[in-house]
Nanobody
Framework: QVQLVESGGGLVQAGGSLRLSCAAS????????MGWFRQAPGKEREFVAA????????YYSGSVKGRFTISRDNAKNTVYLQMNSLKPDDSAIYYC????????????????????WGQGTQVTVSS
């Protein structure tokens, strides 16, 4: 059974940085795609970033590209989201997700491939 545990959220001032971690367990993830999504109060969940475990190709939403970086550590089975130049609009609960890497790349930007989700970690950016 796949388990995803996020950590690293918190309160930060605008312009600051945070690094989120997602510790994955329960299987081998070499054929998986890992994603980060976020959901702010009153808003729909939205895609943030994704990485293919095999090969390491990365994908970003337009709103975070250039500010956020997704990466993985194979030895630790952990995915990271480095968030720089944070804005109040980045405030949300951030969720880690994992799914089989068998979909078209365009699907990585949606929730479709991701069958496993973590509990989420709160990120609050003050102005």
């Amino acid at each position: 059974q796949v388990q995803l545990v996020e950590s690293g959220g918190g309160l930060v001032q605008a312009g600051g940085s945070l690094r989120l971690s997602c510790a994955a367990s329960g299987r081998t993830f070499s054929s998986y795609v890992m994603g980060w999504f976020r959901q702010a109060p009153g808003k729909e969940r939205e895609f943030v970033a994704a990485i293919r475990w095999s090969g390491g190709s990365t994908y970003y939403s337009g709103s975070v590209k250039g500010r956020f970086t997704i990466s993985r550590d194979n030895a630790k089975n952990t995915v990271y989201l480095q968030m720089n130049s944070l804005k109040p609009d980045d405030s949300a609960i951030y969720y880690c997700a994992a799914g089989q890497d068998t979909y078209r790349i365009s699907s990585y930007y949606t929730a479709t491939p991701y069958g496993n989700w973590g509990q989420g970690t709160q990120v609050t950016v003050s102005s």
